[in-house]
Nanobody
Framework: VQLVESGGGLVQAGGSLRLSCAASGNIISINSMGWYRQAPGKQRELVADITNDGTTSYSDSVKGRFSISRENAKNTVYLQMNSLKPEDTGVYYC????????????????????WGQGTQVTVSS
């Protein structure tokens, strides 16, 4: 099972970006998925998360500007980022708290706390 992010880049303050994270493998279901970010010299922090029934939560710093969504049929989570600020700069990581999948024998198996490789978001002032 792998998580692969895409959609990062360089944008001016006030601009928008949309991040995507696709989970691959013989996946049966995924519980909550979330986006974290890590700025240089700072700890990784939760930006937003979404449960498998669509309940969302956001950090105070991004409320009203970012929107998280998911397509369960595609095992994909998105992060729409609007009104970007320089302080949004960082590496954005996708996380899935519990993934149920079929192993090589076809039996259900689980992985916990899966992370993507990260995608860089840079917001210039």
């Amino acid at each position: 099972v792998q998580l692969v992010e895409s959609g990062g880049g360089l944008v001016q303050a006030g601009g928008s970006l949309r991040l995507s994270c696709a989970a691959s493998g013989n996946i049966i279901s995924i519980n909550s998925m979330g986006w974290y970010r890590q700025a240089p010299g700072k700890q990784r922090e939760l930006v937003a998360d979404i449960t498998n029934d669509g309940t969302t939560s956001y950090s105070d710093s991004v409320k009203g500007r970012f929107s998280i969504s998911r397509e369960n049929a595609k095992n994909t989570v998105y992060l729409q980022m609007n009104s970007l600020k320089p302080e949004d700069t960082g590496v954005y990581y996708c996380n899935a708290d519990q993934i149920t999948y079929r192993n090589e024998l076809g039996d259900p198996a689980w992985t916990f706390g899966a992370w993507g490789q990260g995608t860089q978001v840079t917001v210039s002032s």
